[in-house]
């Protein structure tokens, strides 16, 4: 199974390194040295990974065979995929690859069906799992502990605890008046 764990940004220096926007939780493993990577486009790849190191928050990559500047750039937006196991498990305990979470049946702690997760997206605050609905809807879950109680693979469902509104219509208005003020029109400021 491939799995895509970067992608290459902007040429660094002039000697070939990269960015990347690391797209895995796993980069130690994914791209240490050595790591040989399938692309995306396919006609960019294999790219071996020479060199590996951190500056200013960012990883910088440098491969085999890109010595300068003008090899870097053409690396731009170029996907880099690892070909890893499918029966792989990440390392962290609650922690699941994409291949893992899709088609699982999304089911309330009730046990009332909301539908089946058919696309996850990876946000730069949280991650949102996609879930169509028996009538063919969407709905977005946030991929939080709070909503997201529980993932059993064994058993192919996700269970959520969602909020008041976020699978159906029925929020609740919070209000910071209390019930007996509710008909009283609130005092305004007459204007001198």
């Known amino acids: 199974m491939q799995?895509?764990?970067?992608?290459?940004?902007?040429?660094?220096?002039?000697?070939?390194?990269?960015?990347?926007?690391?797209?895995?939780?796993?980069?130690?493993?994914?791209?240490?040295?050595?790591?040989?990577?399938?692309?995306?486009?396919?006609s960019a790849g294999p790219l071996t990974i020479e060199t590996g190191r951190v500056h200013s928050g960012r990883l910088l990559l440098r491969f085999e065979g890109v010595k300068d500047r003008t090899g870097a750039e053409a690396l731009r937006n170029i996907l880099l995929i690892a070909e890893i196991d499918p029966e792989e498990l990440p390392e962290g305990e609650d922690e699941y690859y994409d291949h893992q979470l899709m088609d699982l049946d999304v089911v309330t702690v009730d046990g009332t069906e909301v539908g089946r997760i058919t696309e996850i997206s990876h946000l730069p605050s949280q991650d949102l799992f996609i879930v169509e609905r028996p009538d063919g809807s969407e709905v977005m879950i946030p991929f939080v502990e709070e909503i997201v109680t529980e993932i059993d693979l064994a058993e192919q469902r996700a269970v959520i605890a969602p909020p008041p509104g976020l699978i159906d219509d029925r929020a609740e208005i919070a209000s910071a008046r209390d019930e007996s003020s509710a008909g009283e029109e609130s005092p305004s400021r007459e204007e001198s």
Do not use: S
Not at 21 to 28: F, G, K, L, M, S
């Open 3 to 42: 799995l895509v764990v970067a992608r290459i940004g902007r040429a660094h220096g002039i000697k070939g390194e990269v960015t990347v926007e690391v797209r895995t939780d796993e980069p130690e493993l994914r791209l240490a040295p050595g790591a040989v990577l399938a692309t995306d486009p396919a």
